[in-house]
């Protein structure tokens, strides 16, 4: 994996977009993690997002995917190749069109999240 940190930097900088109106839960050198204000049924708050280094690569989670899949109808095949799972992209590479896309695609998820009253 060429340089996480640089990954996590630039990944960390697309949710830190959001982190005044939401709940930083984790925000270290390998790890920062978003929750919105809205309490769910089990009376824990709603997850946003997180970007966290891991061994092999740099894992983005973006909860609004998982609640709402239509958010991914429009991403392109190389976005969707970097998916594992139902809400998570992960990274080895800094790549700034798909980061460019997944910030387009954060900035619809919290449309959306917001649209819904979940944050």
Known sequence: ???????FQELKAILAEYADEMI??????????????????????????????NKRYVSFHLMPVYVFPELL???????????????????????????TELTALVKNAYEMYAHEGYL
Do not use: W
């Open 1 to 7: 994996m060429t340089d996480p940190q640089a990954i």
């Open 24 to 53: 930083v839960l984790a925000d270290e050198d390998d790890h920062f993690y978003l929750n919105t204000h809205h309490i769910m049924k089990n009376k824990k708050p709603m997850y946003f997002g997180s970007v966290k280094i």
């Open 73 to 99: 109808t429009s991403i392109s095949a190389r976005l969707k190749k970097r998916m594992q799972g139902k809400s998570c992209f992960n990274f080895t590479v800094s790549d700034e069109p798909l980061f």
